[in-house]
């Protein structure tokens, strides 16, 4: 199935630092999200861009919509343990002639204390 | 109690037998949509459905049916289970009418194996 490009795959860091992970897709999307999901959960909606070039934070972690509409990027400042979990973009827009929602492949989290 | 539900939560079946996956939803939200979580491999489409009468398939729907009994319901059948279908399953839904594109709300997962 069709999926987004999103890396790093999984990445450990220690508690307090910050956190970069990136999404691209051959397509144009009208709306980018990014979720988290923990374990035994469902995914969690964190930030919704809705423009290109946006940029939009929710406390700590801030995401961009890229200016080419097909890529988008997600900060998590000064790492806390409870950030681990799995962080997945989405792309909502026009695809084969109709409105859904494709997902990247996740970037796991794991934050050392 | 959560917006989206699912049921069961986990299910052990064996090879060859029909299962149904339910879900429900207070929302409101008139699209709801069913994804299957491998490892590595982020949530994959299998059916989504825009009303009670329009059902579409997804990228993965090979080996399973679903039916949209009401707005607030949408479930998932494997119509004859094999092994490869053990994945984690989720449920969602989205508010196309009053905002499309403002992100889809999930269930908790079922996860589901098939020995």
């Known amino acids: 199935g069709q999926q987004l490009n999103q890396s790093p795959q999984s990445m450990f860091i220690q508690e307090g630092e910050d956190v970069s992970m990136n999404c691209t897709s051959s397509s144009i999307f009208n709306t980018w999200l990014w979720y988290k999901q923990e374990p035994g959960e469902g995914p969690v909606l964190l930030i919704a861009?809705?423009?290109?070039?946006e940029l939009t934070s929710n406390g700590r972690l801030t995401a961009q919509f890229g200016i080419t509409r097909k890529d988008s990027f997600l900060n998590i400042s000064a790492s806390i343990p409870s950030d681990v979990g799995i962080y997945f973009c989405?792309?909502?827009?026009?695809?084969?002639?109709?409105?859904?929602?494709?997902f990247g492949t996740g970037t796991r989290l794991k934050v050392l204390a | 109690d959560a917006d989206v539900t699912q049921t069961p939560r986990n299910r052990i079946t064996k090879t060859g037998k029909r299962i149904m996956l339910e879900c429900s939803q207070t929302k409101g939200h008139d699209r709801m949509y069913w994804y299957r979580q491998d490892p590595g491999l982020g949530l994959q489409l299998i059916y989504y459905?825009?009303?009670?009468?329009?059902?579409n398939k997804g990228e993965i729907s090979d080996g399973y049916s679903v039916s949209r009994q009401a707005q607030a319901k949408f479930s998932l059948s494997l119509e004859s289970a094999i092994p490869n279908q053990t994945a984690l399953y989720f449920c969602?839904?989205?508010?196309?009418?009053?905002?499309?594109?403002?992100?889809?709300?999930f269930g908790q997962g079922t996860r589901l194996t098939v020995v």
């Open positions: 969602a839904t989205s508010d196309f009418r009053t905002a499309p594109g403002a992100g889809a709300f």
């Open positions: 861009l809705y423009k290109a070039g």
């Open positions: 989405a792309g909502h827009g026009l695809l084969s002639g109709t409105y859904k929602y494709i």
């Open positions: 459905s825009f009303d009670v009468k329009d059902i």
